[in-house]
């Protein structure tokens, strides 16, 4: 019996995996080719080496005795089209890939040294218009988004540095009505942001996630100076104040220099859609992101702002390849923005401490309304 | 103490028609279709629950007390031994004083089967010296050096209202009825001298064969306990869980140190992670459980492999890795947690997630530091959020009903 119940276990995997990739489009994918590849030391066995344009789904065993990864590679013997890593011994993995007419190699490296071994592939057909279309999108998309993150990476040091200097000047009532604005540049790319292991915690790190010996830096510490605890809190002394807007300022810069030349493959961009959305739903639907200020709204709005951007680059593709999610998602997005809007004040949004336990409930099931389709992005730009 | 078998109580109502019977064909040697591998021995060098294999079910229950007399204390532990040697031979006290008194027993196992019922009895630092400085009962000097109240750690919410106690009870079997019948008896005997601070129901899910031969799953979908010591080899309990140290107290040799963290899961989030990340920030395979380095389940893993681009295979992040005894100066703790599920939070997420347990010989050298590691650096921390804790110090055990749970310290 438990041997059955590990059969089906894997059943289920292998099949769930199948449905991500080709979220619930039409028959095409389910018909594609299953080729069977084993990798050993010395061997680099398919079970078929001729197949027809379309989806190829290529199940790679690991049966020799170190880490072994698989390629698909054009015919020029360099440029890879697709691949799949780390597959230790006895282990295995799926590579979902879409191929046109053509001839390819499929490569086997066990031990990941040297050049592999290469086994030759026939693709029968043409090249499909589509996916022709679609690689030209890709591109675009990809293009776009470095495009929007460097337009979000302005603002927000022009922002910042207006933020930081209101704030020095002592003009607290101005700094509290700018800071939630300074922060929807940075919220609308905050992947990117994060990205950066160093600068995040320099500029966004909450003082629940201090580590013992840690100095406590950037936008959430001089949020807790604008909007102090009744009790037990000392306020900044000016030269306190002059270095943390140093720190606020100088990273922010950083931010920028290092956006300059960074490029986004497809898969990141919807990694870091779903990722955003995440972040709505741990921290802002919670309260847990803007604790003193309760600002928590403007990044919502931010953050879903980001997500629908890496979409509405990827629209076209994902119209081409699963027009029901893309839809889904359209009129998601839709949704979310309905629903903040109805908290828009003429100052920018409610607080969240105003929020009612109904209202945060009703963004609560508006974000997984949302994150749960989004959440199949990535599978459906990356096959 | 007169106390029968449940399913001989059921039989002395068949026959006699009235529940003042029972005690006639009582005994607690009698059991009927109930299996011995069913019950787990009470007496032992050791308190059982620990090594005993994992039951599917969990009530733990956390007391403050509300006396300030030892003898109060002491008077507890004697009633709560006997009562718990009771219900783990597969039997309830049954001496009903008249038919206008209470029950003694509260009924709702009456006719069960024993399911293999383990009760495990530890002491909380609040019991050597009470949260604002004060010995209560004249026992400080007799406290374990570690037990100590766990630091602080970043990203933790701890709720203090299921954290914490004077004493512990763990609760095990294999029906949840039956963990909760002993824990609600336990906490009955103890009216008047200590108080339910807090409980927390577990629960694992049942393999299609022996379930004890395979490793259970947490809610985030992985096999969980993989790389536990062995609980069949004494030597390795012996190595890494049993207390045996000079400088600890008398009555915690043969004992060990119980951590306890409630982990809640972010389950909306991490089912919207994909196959890849989810394997990557735990290290194994979400499948059979194998590591990422290769194999299957108990095939160690290998944290020096690296792939063609120079990066660790089991990523330098996850779960796995961190926790690992080759990163943890070659610790070991015995994990015997239990999945929970609390319904739902305050914004309509599911709150659910993993009730850690885990035994060990030392809460400084084994678990503090791995606890800290993971707490820094684990992948898995996007995920999940700790809400609950606490630390026990788990007495040796006691060999006889003439004997009390943690004799030695009063």
Known sequence: MAKIRNVSIVGIIILSLALTSCAKRSDSAASGEQIKVTSTNSECKLSKVEYPAGNITFSVSNEGSSVTEFYIIKEDGKTVVSEVENIGPKLSRDLIVRLNGGKFFAVCKPGMKGDGIDVPLTVTGGTSPLSAADEAALKTASENYAAFVLDESTTLVKLTKEFAATFLAGNDDLARKLYPDARMPWERIEPVAESFGDLDPRLDLREADLETGQTWTGWHRIEKDLWPPATGYTQMTSAERVAATKILVDNTEELFNRVQDLSFEPFQMANGAKELLDEVATGKVTGEEEIWSGTDLWDFQANVEGADKVFTFLESVVKNRDPKLASQLSSEFENIFTLLGKFKTSTGFTFYSELTQDQIKEFASAVNALAEPLSKLTAVVTM | ?410
């Open chain 2, 1 to 410: 103490m007169d106390s029968i078998s449940r399913r001989n109580l059921i039989k002395g109502i068949a026959a006699t028609g009235a529940l003042l019977g029972a005690g006639a064909v009582g005994g607690r040697t009698l059991l009927h279709d109930e299996s011995p591998e069913s019950l787990v021995p009470f007496f032992g060098k050791h308190q059982s629950g620990i090594t005993t294999p994992h039951q599917r079910n969990l009530r733990f229950v956390s007391l403050d007390l509300s006396t300030t007399k030892k003898d109060d204390v002491v008077e507890l532990l004697k009633r709560w031994t006997l009562l718990a040697s009771t219900l783990t031979a597969g039997s309830v006290e049954s001496k009903q004083a008249s038919y206008d008194s209470p029950p003694v027993d509260t009924g709702e196992v009456l006719g069960s089967a024993s399911s293999n019922l383990s009760i495990t009895f530890g002491f909380g630092p609040t019991l050597f010296q009470s949260e604002d400085g004060v010995d209560r009962f004249g026992i400080s000097g007799q406290s374990p050096k570690d037990l100590v109240q766990l630091p602080a750690l970043p990203r933790d919410q701890i709720i203090p209202g299921a954290s914490h106690g004077d004493l512990c009870i763990q609760v095990c079997a294999d029906d949840p009825q039956v963990s909760f019948h002993a824990s609600r008896n336990l906490i009955r005997e103890a009216f008047g001298i200590a108080d339910l601070r807090w409980a927390q129901a577990g629960f694992l899910g049942k393999f299609a064969e022996a379930s004890h031969t395979t490793t259970p799953r947490n809610l985030l979908g992985f096999k969980d306990g993989t790389a536990n010591p062995k609980t069949s080899v004494a030597a390795e309990m012996d190595a890494d869980i049993w207390i045996d140290d000079p400088s600890e107290p008398q009555w915690l040799q043969g004992g060990a140190y119980l951590a306890v963290r409630k982990i809640k899961n972010i389950v909306e989030t991490w089912d919207r992670t994909s196959l890849r990340e989810q394997e990557n920030i735990i290290g194994r395979t979400k499948s059979f459980g194998a590591p990422l380095s290769g194999g299957d389940e108990f095939t160690e893993i290998d944290l020096k492999m690296k792939n063609g681009k120079g990066e660790f295979v089991v990523p330098e992040k996850s779960h796995v890795r961190i926790a690992h005894p080759d990163n943890n100066a070659g610790r070991k703790m015995l994990r015997r947690g239990f999945n929970y599920d609390d319904g739902s939070d305050f914004v309509g997420r599911t709150s659910a997630g993993l009730f850690f347990m885990a035994y060990q010989k030392s809460l400084s050298k084994n678990f503090i530091p791995v606890l800290q590691s993971l707490a820094s650096q684990d992948a898995l921390n996007e995920y999940i959020s700790h809400i609950g804790t606490g630390v026990f110090a788990i007495p040796s055990g006691v060999l006889s009903r003439n004997d009390f749970i943690g004799q030695q310290l009063f």
